[in-house]
């Protein structure tokens, strides 16, 4: 693991991914969903996902965060070697160092808006007990919806309720985050509003990567990455930042 982390500091990337392949058993026999990936992306890059159904999006995804593990290759988020985790080490990880937003929000129907976002730092142990609320607070007033804070998750809008969920994905302040499809539910005017907000995370600093159908959203990242048949076809610079490959 000590070379692990030397690789990933000495190339300087956020995320490093080396000849990642994913593999599932199935009845019908082993499918391969990724094949060979390599990529790098930079602190501070907006980097989009995109490609026809079953390219392998999601599961890129899921190879960053832990969700899922490679079959072959290695997974570097900063210097640490994820795919040498185990079970409870990455699900620790992850709550520290990885923001993950969902198409469908995900947030637990019987909790508060404001304890949806409180629970990352009490599952981690993040951050004096008595600041936590607060935290949420300040964190749902960065995202607009302060206001809501004391409500059930069902009574907002689908607009509301994505924003609930960046906050809680900020929760941690993690480093890296990563949206599969996150205006997918949403209207255009609402999807774009959302999509600000990700640009200001980029600005402070943050590396997000944002698997999405929207062309209009993805021509305006850093970086579109096209898959096609479970492999990079293409790495794409928008002229907003510089390809890390």
Not at 5 to 30: Q, S
Not at 156 to 180: C, T
Not at 185 to 203: C, I, M, P, S
Not at 215 to 243: C, K
Request: glycine fraction near 10%; charge should be neutral; include cysteine.
């Amino acid at each position: 693991m000590n070379t692990g982390r030397t690789l990933a500091r000495d190339n300087g990337a956020r995320i490093n991914l080396r000849d990642v392949v994913k593999t599932y058993e199935t009845g019908a026999g082993d499918v391969t969903v990724l094949t060979d990936v390599s990529l790098k992306v930079n602190e501070g890059e907006l980097v989009g996902v995109v490609g026809p159904s079953g390219s392998g999006k999601s599961t890129l995804l899921n190879m960053i965060t832990g969700i899922d593990r490679p079959t072959a290759g290695e997974v570097f988020v900063g210097e640490q070697a994820v795919h040498g985790l185990s079970e409870n080490q990455l699900a620790r990880w992850r709550g520290k160092n990885v923001g993950v937003i969902f198409q469908f929000f995900q947030l637990l129907p019987t909790l508060t808006v404001v304890e949806n976002v409180m629970l990352p730092m009490d599952f981690c142990n993040m951050y004096p007990r008595r600041q936590r609320k607060q935290r949420a607070m300040d964190l749902l007033d960065q995202v607009n919806i302060a206001d809501q804070a004391d409500k059930l998750p069902s009574t907002l809008s689908g607009g509301q309720q994505q924003r609930a969920a960046i906050a809680r994905a900020l929760a941690n302040d993690p480093p890296v985050v990563v949206a599969d499809e996150p205006t997918g539910n949403l209207d255009r005017a609402t999807a774009n509003g959302v999509f600000g907000l990700f640009k200001q995370l980029v600005e402070r600093g943050k590396t997000l990567m944002i698997v999405t159908h929207d062309r209009s959203l993805s021509d305006q990242m850093d970086r579109v990455l096209h898959l096609l048949d479970g492999q990079i076809d293409r790495d794409q610079a928008n002229g907003n930042g510089s390809s890390g490959r």
